[in-house]
DNA sequence: ATAAAAAATGAAAACGTTTACACAGGAGTC
DNA sequence: GACTCCTGTGTAAACGTTTTCATTTTTTAT
């Protein structure tokens, strides 16, 4: 039973027609006879006959994958993202390659050489990152590239974000409203443009209300539970400088942080608010549920293939100079980890 | 500057060599001579020359790809698993392609295909269902495909699971050893193979502890949080007949089964004892911390593309007829989420 | 019935590789 | 100097498609 796998030759045989039929059969339908399409399906199913991709795709000069470069594929953040995309993909007759890079330059490089070798026809990247071959491209090749995530600034390659600035600014602006004045920060690393934008965001909330900055109040942390376990030791150590609420730039650390606070006896809200970042599914079970800036990971995924996929098939250049980067809305959802400044220490 | 990309043949011209040259400078470098294979070298520099992956698969009849069906990419659960094979095929020169299911069997045999179109090497099968063309195939016939994570029953292909029965078993032990004798259990989907192997470990521990098998205390969820919840709020809503100690199929529904119980007032562990499933890193950092048995994901991952590159390589049968499945070990870690029987109870 | 137009089909080129085979030339052996 | 053997290279076939172009067959108009 082991045989050969069946060609288009096969079909073409059994069916007494020629290969070039065939292939018409099978991708312009109306273009031939009622009767040979018959002959041909018949043959098609007698003999099992599947098209080789690889073949098609050769002579196509396309390849069917959008190839998708994620920092850390272990991490479940990028993983609902992914799953956007992967659905628009597939409706469009797309599949998606995944390229974890591990945030190793090397590794870009090596995925992003795929779009030169055929072996991707567009790639979205989610890492924040031009790799090097395309970064040294000249400026005005357009390659079949979308930015999500994380902007790149001065890149004019389509872009879909969120407005980290403004969320943050929002989520801090919360905290302010209820009256606090000693606010801290727990960042990404400080490498990454989130970091700087929410950073942002905090400091001009903190204006806004009149407060002034203290450096010594923002942690860098790297969006991890245990990073924000460490922030919350360190901000929340001494009693006398403790802030009274925090604003942290991920679930999982504000997570972290709450654990921190527990260990010294403090009450979430009573006597320290958070707010956290994301929107995860577990910052609404946590104990108490957290207060958060929700992320659309899904539509943001969703949008960044809606933008490639636009372009791919207009074959219109790989550009946002017209819109500019495409924005995703956030939404404060306000859940127990936040309340008003305790009356001692406002 | 938009040039056409160069092909083996301008290296070939460039270098005032045939294109035979050229590819064996590349793939058996010891036999072209030192001098052509650096004319060729500064040829292929020069032209900026990448080989076009899609001709060289036609030719060799390969894709180069590991197609990953999985059920859900969206979920969490898989990423680790994900991160494991993509690092041992990334090692291997092979790429992987993901394929979300849904759970839908059409796409699953959507990407079944994939294999008879060569646009895939291999498959690694997450969603615990053979594709409906591979199960239809003859018995002999060993398509090159490893199943993990879910066992499939009276399937011979390579298979890399944990030992589901034997860890639920132990971590309904440890509830039995804390003097528990009303222990309820939250199990997965009724359909789930992973179900039916926890529900009898779970029921072997009673059976071992002397207790009787109460099926009004066995609750089936999805695995979420939420159905966690749903199933907290089914069994602790009685205060007469309620549970001392609750085992479940997943850390996010043991999380459930917690928030429910706070609603009822009950403190975890000294009211009720409840163990997880799988280890996620949120169970560490809740409050309480889980009970829970470590899955470990990443090794599962590693350890299925491991039996897949072996027999690729080796081009051996995919059967685990000799071995039978690889058993990966699980680890039971105990925190603070269960305790011994509150004495009123006992 | 015939010419013209339209519809359906086939032959063959092309996509960019790898590799079996043939061949040229040089080194060694007698 | 003729023979073999080796080394390095080129020619051309093959992988399985799609598609252009030419050709055959059918339909329509006169």
Redesign the pocket.
């Known amino acids: 039973m082991n045989e050969?796998?069946?060609?288009?030759?096969d079909v073409?045989r059994h069916a007494?027609?020629?290969?070039?039929?065939?292939?018409?059969?099978?991708?312009?339908p109306?273009?031939?006879?009622?009767?040979?399409?018959e002959k041909v399906q018949t043959a098609i199913a007698a003999t099992g006959?599947?098209?080789?991709v690889?073949?098609?795709n050769?002579?196509?000069?396309r390849s069917g994958m959008i190839l998708l470069l994620v920092p850390d594929i272990g991490n479940p953040f990028f993983s609902a993202i992914l799953s956007g995309i992967e659905k628009g993909a597939s409706q469009a007759g797309y599949n998606v390659l995944i390229g974890d890079t591990q945030n190793d330059p090397e590794r870009e490089a090596t995925y992003a050489a795929y779009l030169r070798s055929?072996q991707a026809d567009a790639m979205i990247l989610l890492n924040g990152r031009l790799p090097a071959p395309l970064a040294n491209a000249p400026a005005n090749a357009t390659p079949p590239v979308v930015i999500a995530c994380e902007r790149i600034p001065g890149c004019a390659l389509p872009t879909v974000i969120i407005d980290n600035d403004e969320a943050s600014f929002i989520a801090t602006r919360h905290l302010t409203d209820f009256g606090h004045t000693r606010i801290a920060h727990v960042s990404g690393p400080s490498n990454n443009i989130l970091t700087i934008d929410r950073v942002a965001g905090y400091r001009r909330a903190l204006d806004a209300a009149d407060i002034g900055f203290d450096p010594a109040l923002v942690y860098r942390g790297d969006f991890s539970i245990d990073s924000g376990i460490a922030a919350g030791r360190a901000l929340l150590g001494d009693a006398k400088t403790r802030p009274t609420a925090i604003s942290c730039a991920s679930d999982g650390m504000a997570i972290g942080v709450i654990v921190a606070a527990k260990e010294y006896g403090l009450r979430i809200p009573e006597d320290l608010s958070v707010v956290g970042f994301d929107d995860i599914p577990h910052a609404a079970a946590y104990d108490p549920p957290i207060t958060t800036v929700r992320q659309p990971r899904r539509r943001l995924g969703e949008q960044a293939i809606t933008l490639l996929l636009d372009r791919l098939g207009a074959k219109a250049p790989f550009t946002n100079t017209e819109t500019g980067p495409a924005i995703i809305p956030t939404e404060l959802i306000i859940r127990q980890s936040s309340g008003p400044c305790p009356k001692t220490r406002a």
Do not use: Q
Not at 4 to 9: D, F, N, P
Not at 20 to 27: K, Y
Not at 49 to 52: E, F, M, S
């Open positions: 050969k796998i069946a060609t288009i030759e073409a007494g027609v020629s290969i070039a039929t065939v292939s018409r059969a099978l991708h312009k109306d273009v031939v006879s009622e009767t040979t399409r006959y599947t098209a080789n690889m073949a098609r050769l002579r196509l000069n055929n």
